[in-house]
Structure formats: structure tokens, C-alpha cells
């Protein structure tokens, strides 16, 4: 499973726009890569899930460029309710893959009023 | 549906007695995971299980033991219980689809602190 590199935290304030990067040097071609996000005393929640250019759901964006070594999440105009831990993963999708997830430190956003 | 649930929320154990925690879940997933999530720390894999009667070790196996007896339960057993094991517990499904573990199911979780 290939390493992820991402800030330990970030500050925002409601209504901006945050990116978050992630570095993953060591992708492999059947790799995807994943986001999830945890509230405090949650679970773990996916939020999105991409292999290459753009992908856009209800709740995020995420930016993945040509070479694939690194991805950004884009949350749009925030809220104080976004503030939570941003994992980013990359895994096998492939056949067989029995679906073992490496979970960083992540990142921690505060988003301030 | 109730998606994944974890029996006991919390709770607290002296060194060396035993428990064992409950998951459930009712969306028909094959593939099951147990957690544990200390402060300020990513989640880190115990065990899981493709299937029913399955189970396999995951990164921090070592004090814990597991059973998938049916295939919508997944229990996460300690023996005896030491401080070091003081964390919180996610329970966890995905998808039986090939290639679809990527995207899993968490439970709340249980706080687990022993003393």
C-alpha cells in the first residue's frame, strides 16, 4: 500500500474555499485514491473516491494530476460543520484486493466563524 | 437500515478480565474490520474478515482474537485485558463487490479503558 503524506493541520474560515494535498509518490497503477473524514467521537466517513483528473460529488471535489503523485481535495465555502479529520488513502481496486486500508495522522481543519 | 452498530459504547475494564466486542451490520457486506484508534493517531487495522468464517490479522493483532461466525456479526475478543489496549474501537464493512473494500462502512465506535 503506498504512503501518503498530508499537513497535520490547516485553519479556515467559514465561507472559503480549503485544499487539502496529499502526496503519494509511490502510487501504483491499480491504486485508487480515497478520502474520508472523521468528526470528533465519530467513525470514519468516505467522502470521495478518485483515480485520475477530476472527480465532483455533493460533498467535495478531488484534483488528481497527469503523473497521479499527489491529489487535492477541494471543500467549497465552508462551515463551521467541516471542521474534522481528512484522511486520504490509496488502495488496490483490483480483483482480490481484500480492501486493507493504511489510516495516517491525517488532517486535522478548524474552520473559524 | 441501521447501517453498523458496535455493542458496548463504552466501557471500562480492570487489568486482566476479558470482553468482548459486539459489530452488526445489515447492509449484506462481505468484508469486515476492527480498528483501534488511540489519541491524536490515525485508525490502525486489528484483524478483518472476508467472509463468513474467515478471518485474517491485520497491523496490531497481537492481544485480540475475532470470530464471523454469521456473516452480518464480526466480535473482537480480549482475553486479558492490559492498559496498553486503552483506545477506541471502530468496527468497520464494505461492499462484496471485487475491489470495493476501498469504500467502508465505520460504526461509532467504543471507548475502551482499562485500568
Known amino acids: 500500500l503506498a504512503k501518503t503524506t498530508q499537513p497535520i493541520s490547516m485553519d479556515s474560515y467559514e465561507g472559503q474555499e480549503v485544499n487539502i494535498t496529499c502526496s503519494h509518490n509511490?502510487?501504483?497503477?491499480?491504486?485508487?485514491i480515497t478520502w474520508y473524514q472523521q468528526f470528533p467521537s465519530q467513525g470514519p466517513r468516505f467522502i470521495i473516491q478518485?483515480?485520475?483528473t477530476k472527480v465532483t460529488n455533493e460533498v467535495a471535489s478531488l484534483f488528481i494530476p497527469a503523473d497521479r503523485k499527489s491529489s487535492t481535495l477541494s471543500l467549497p465555502r465552508v462551515s463551521l460543520s467541516d471542521t474534522a479529520v481528512y484522511y486520504c488513502?490509496?488502495?488496490?481496486?483490483?480483483?482480490?484486493?481484500?480492501?486493507?486500508?493504511?489510516f495516517g495522522q491525517g488532517t486535522t481543519l478548524q474552520v473559524k466563524p | 437500515n441501521a447501517g453498523v452498530t458496535q455493542t458496548p459504547k463504552f466501557r471500562v475494564l480492570k487489568t486482566g478480565q476479558s470482553m468482548t466486542l459486539l459489530c452488526a451490520q445489515d447492509?449484506?457486506?462481505?468484508?469486515m474490520y476492527w480498528y483501534r484508534q488511540d489519541p491524536g493517531m490515525g485508525l490502525r487495522l486489528i484483524h478483518y474478515?472476508?467472509?463468513?468464517?474467515?478471518?485474517a490479522k491485520g497491523e496490531v493483532p497481537d492481544g485480540y482474537n475475532v470470530s464471523r461466525l454469521k456473516k452480518q456479526n464480526f466480535l473482537l475478543g480480549l482475553e486479558s485485558a492490559a492498559p496498553s489496549q486503552t483506545s477506541v474501537y471502530f468496527c468497520?464493512?464494505?461492499?462484496?463487490?471485487?475491489?470495493?473494500?476501498?469504500?467502508?462502512?465505520f460504526g461509532p465506535g467504543t471507548r475502551l479503558t482499562v485500568t
Open positions: 468497520a464493512s464494505s461492499r462484496p463487490e471485487a475491489g470495493s473494500g476501498l469504500e467502508q462502512y
Open positions: 509511490n502510487i501504483a497503477t491499480n491504486d485508487y
Open positions: 478518485g483515480y485520475k
Open positions: 488513502l490509496v488502495g488496490d481496486k483490483s480483483s482480490g484486493n481484500t480492501g486493507k486500508l493504511i
Open positions: 447492509m449484506n457486506h462481505e468484508y
Open positions: 474478515s472476508v467472509g463468513e468464517g474467515t478471518t
